[in-house]
Every structure is written in C-alpha cells, then in structure tokens.
C-alpha cells in the first residue's frame, strides 16, 4: 500500500487438488486441502475487505472456486468441499455488500480445465502432512468429460474475470459446456422441493 496506494482489486487465486476417493482420504489429506483451498480465501477475505470498504473507493473480490463446486466428480471430493465453501462465502459476502453498502462487487470464478500446474500440486504439500492418500494427476488423462476437453490457457480466464470486474458479474463460467450435470444437480434439488411430506403435512 505503501508502493501503490489503496487496494482496489483481490483475487484469492489460490489452490490445490490431487486425485482420492472419499473412502480413502486421511484426515492430513482434508486438513491440507481445505488449509489451501478454504483457509486462504478464508483468509483473503479477512485481510483485505476492510481495506476495500475503508477508503470508500470501491472495489472488487474474486474468489476462485471451481466447476467441481457446481457439479460432483468422482475422486474430488476434498476439492469440492473445498470449492464449494469458497462458493458459500463469495455469495453471501456479495449479498451482505449489497446489504450494507460495503462499496465492494464479487465475483465466483469456476473454472473447468485450464492450463495451470494444479495437476502436479502435490510438490508444494507440507513435509509433515506427506503420508496421505492423494495424488497427483494430468486432467488429459482423467475420463469425466464427454467429448473433447476445451482447454482455456490463463490468459484466457484472465481476460474473462476482467470483465467480470468491470460489469460486477457474479459468476464467471468458464466452460458453459459442462452445463448438463449442474442442470440436472439443480433439477433433482427442485425435485425434492416438490416432493410431498410424509404423513400428508402441508408444506
């Protein structure tokens, strides 16, 4: 601050996601994965919107999340608890702004596949936490995607989350391609919204 004057712009950017099964995970695996993947948002936040909110200038928070916080993949879900707080915070810290005219616009990125070292992120897991079940993998080589993979560099999703900044958007979609399985996720919830009650009950 010093340098360049007030904060106007955080992205929380980062993150780590090795392959496991839920049945195999450790709990040194959960504690590394949401220490990341949370935790450093978590901590973001808490560092920098009252710098935002303070000099009464306005500003802008991007939070990372993922495809996998809108739609389950096998073998993530360490990741996905992960990504799908980061989508709990990000929401309703855009509806209290909003609420309280914190001055500060949110964004929720969920990328799907970009050209980012996260498949060999298992370099940067802490020596004490090395006994653990995850590991590390190349999206190319994964069979969750019907069709072929559009692949996005960082240049790309950085020119989208700029314009998200600009125009203040909620989301940021990267792959509107993998949009059947979050359709078919929000329907079953709707689904189960309509269900009757047991026992005749009124809803």
């Given at each position: 601050m010093s340098a360049f004057g007030n904060v106007?712009?955080?992205?929380?950017?980062?993150?780590?996601?090795?392959?496991?099964?839920?049945?195999?995970l450790r709990l040194e695996d959960w504690r590394w994965l949401i220490d990341v993947n949370l935790w450093g948002v978590i901590h973001?936040?808490?560092?920098?919107?009252?710098l935002l909110t303070e000099h009464g200038e306005g500003g802008h928070i991007v939070n990372t999340s993922s495809m996998a916080a809108l739609c389950i993949v096998p073998h993530l879900a360490a990741y996905s608890v992960t990504k799908f707080g980061v989508a709990a915070l990000t929401e309703t810290l855009r509806i209290e702004s909003e609420l309280y005219g914190y001055g500060v616009?949110?964004?929720l990125l969920c990328p799907g596949p970009v050209r980012t070292n996260i498949?060999?992120?298992?370099?940067?897991?802490?020596?004490?936490?090395?006994?653990?079940?995850?590991?590390?993998?190349?999206?190319?080589?994964?069979?969750?995607?019907?069709?072929?993979?559009?692949?996005?560099?960082?240049?790309?999703?950085?020119?989208?989350?700029?314009?998200?900044?600009?125009?203040?958007?909620?989301?940021?979609?990267?792959?509107?391609?993998?949009?059947?399985?979050?359709i078919a996720r929000h329907a079953a919830i709707e689904?189960?919204?309509?269900?009757?009650?047991?026992?005749?009950?009124?809803r």
């Amino acid at each position: 601050m010093s340098a360049f004057g007030n904060v106007h712009i955080l992205c929380n950017n980062a993150g780590v996601g090795p392959f496991a099964t839920v049945a195999d995970l450790r709990l040194e695996d959960w504690r590394w994965l949401i220490d990341v993947n949370l935790w450093g948002v978590i901590h973001g936040v808490h560092s920098f919107l009252p710098l935002l909110t303070e000099h009464g200038e306005g500003g802008h928070i991007v939070n990372t999340s993922s495809m996998a916080a809108l739609c389950i993949v096998p073998h993530l879900a360490a990741y996905s608890v992960t990504k799908f707080g980061v989508a709990a915070l990000t929401e309703t810290l855009r509806i209290e702004s909003e609420l309280y005219g914190y001055g500060v616009g949110t964004s929720l990125l969920c990328p799907g596949p970009v050209r980012t070292n996260i498949g060999r992120s298992s370099r940067n897991r802490p020596n004490n936490l090395t006994d653990g079940a995850l590991g590390d993998f190349e999206l190319e080589d994964t069979n969750h995607f019907d069709g072929p993979v559009p692949w996005l560099s960082g240049e790309d999703v950085g020119e989208m989350v700029v314009q998200a900044i600009k125009t203040n958007a909620p989301y940021v979609i990267t792959h509107p391609e993998f949009a059947d399985p979050v359709i078919a996720r929000h329907a079953a919830i709707e689904a189960a919204m309509q269900s009757p009650r047991p026992g005749g009950l009124s809803r």
